[in-house]
């Protein structure tokens, strides 16, 4: 049982450039979700998804786009990289309603020179 | 202020050792109160999860809740090198958001020497 997979694990690429993280799990979890992780900041949500075809914003959304046309995967899309995303990123996964915890991957780390 | 206090650490001690990480939090609504731990390099990997006021202990590990002071805490007995990470709180209620908003301290960053 593979639980929630992350890919790729390290990514290096220029402003300006568009940027695929991807994230797969295979529980069938109902509800997905995108973390960004920064020193001095801690786990900060970028977007979620409650279920396929819904998604709605977190935190910090601005910059990055997400889709979710199939439940077991979600994938974080930065349309025009900058320099302020380079962080590590976590994808997370929840069985069902929010008295249940989440489940983490093991995150991209993400430079943009 | 933020919602969640965590003491950042860095928090080291001799193998064996018992171990005491806190945190506290100001939101009421609150009602699941989870541990991770991170190693370096890796995603967070539940640890704990508590519902409400009280105690749950798990081998090495006790969490305890306390709501009426907003204050959880996770104890390690023992501790070993290998128990060496970041430990995170995260916390979460069934007001406000619909999606159950998970809100993570700062975390706190443990060494066990041998």
């Known amino acids: 049982d593979a639980g929630i997979t992350q890919s790729p694990r390290y990514k290096i690429t220029e402003t300006g450039r568009q940027v695929t993280l991807m994230c797969h799990q295979t529980w069938s979890h109902s509800y997905m979700f995108w973390y960004r992780q920064d020193l001095g900041h801690g786990l900060r949500l970028i977007y979620y998804s409650a279920a396929a075809d819904i998604t709605d914003k977190g935190e910090v959304p601005d910059g990055y786009v997400v889709s979710r046309s199939k439940t077991e995967n979600f994938p974080l899309t930065l349309e025009s990289a900058t320099r302020s995303q380079t962080s590590v990123y976590f994808c997370?996964?929840?069985?069902?309603?929010?008295?249940?915890?989440?489940?983490f991957g093991d995150g991209t780390r993400l430079s943009i020179l | 202020q933020k919602e969640v206090e965590q003491d950042p650490g860095p928090l080291s001690v001799p193998e064996g050792a018992i171990v005491s990480l806190n945190c506290t939090y100001s939101n009421s609504a609150f009602q699941y109160f989870m541990w991770y731990r991170q190693y370096s390099r890796k995603g967070p990997e539940l640890l704990m999860y508590t519902y409400s006021s009280g105690n749950k202990e798990d081998g090495r590990f006790t969490a305890q809740v306390d709501k009426s002071s907003k204050y959880i805490s996770l104890f390690i007995r023992d501790s070993q090198p290998s128990d060496s990470a970041t430990y995170l709180c995260a916390m979460s209620g069934t007001g406000g958001t619909s999606y159950g908003k998970l809100t993570f301290g700062q975390g706190t960053i443990l060494t066990v020497h041998p």
């Open positions: 997370a996964s929840r069985q069902g309603g929010s008295n249940q915890p989440q489940h």
